[in-house]
């Protein structure tokens, strides 16, 4: 044996940690395919509600889409679309986009974008659910 200590590519926290160069791991991966997962029965239940709301008054449908059980598979769905949409984006804009600076906006963009979407729409089922 020599006295010099091994050479590693990976520094010993990420080592530890099981992370690579980027210090992400499979978080995105992860979160990508969980939201994905979860897309599919609530994608399903919304397209159930809405073909439920065609041919109904304003009255109506504000009635249904502000009861409970609609207002939770609702703000279930835009949270998951949200996230899903902005760990995607996020992804390409990686892949694609060499300029650190144009990269970063990018990111920061795709992320207030999302964030907003997410507000307004989380608060439309509020307020039918509410009457705020």
């Known amino acids: 044996m020599s006295d010099t200590p ?17 210090h992400s791991g499979t978080d995105h991966f992860w979160r990508q395919r ?13 397209v159930v509600i809405v073909v439920m709301l065609l041919g ?12 409970p059980l609609v207002a939770i598979v609702m703000l ?4 998951s679309t949200v996230a899903h949409m902005r760990i995607g984006m996020q ?11 144009a990269k970063l906006t990018l990111i920061m963009a795709n992320t207030f974008f999302c964030i907003a979407v997410g507000l307004a729409s989380a608060y439309g089922i509020f307020k039918l659910s509410f009457g705020v």
């Open 56 to 67: 109904r008054n304003q009255a109506a449908v504000a009635q249904i889409l502000g009861s």
């Open 6 to 22: 091994a050479r590693h590519i990976r520094t010993p926290l990420g080592r530890v940690l099981g992370r690579g160069t980027a």
């Open 91 to 101: 992804v390409i804009v990686e892949d694609y986009v060499h300029d650190e600076f």
């Open 76 to 79: 279930l769905f835009i949270l």
């Open 34 to 46: 969980l939201t994905a997962v979860a897309n599919i029965p609530l994608t399903i239940a919304v």
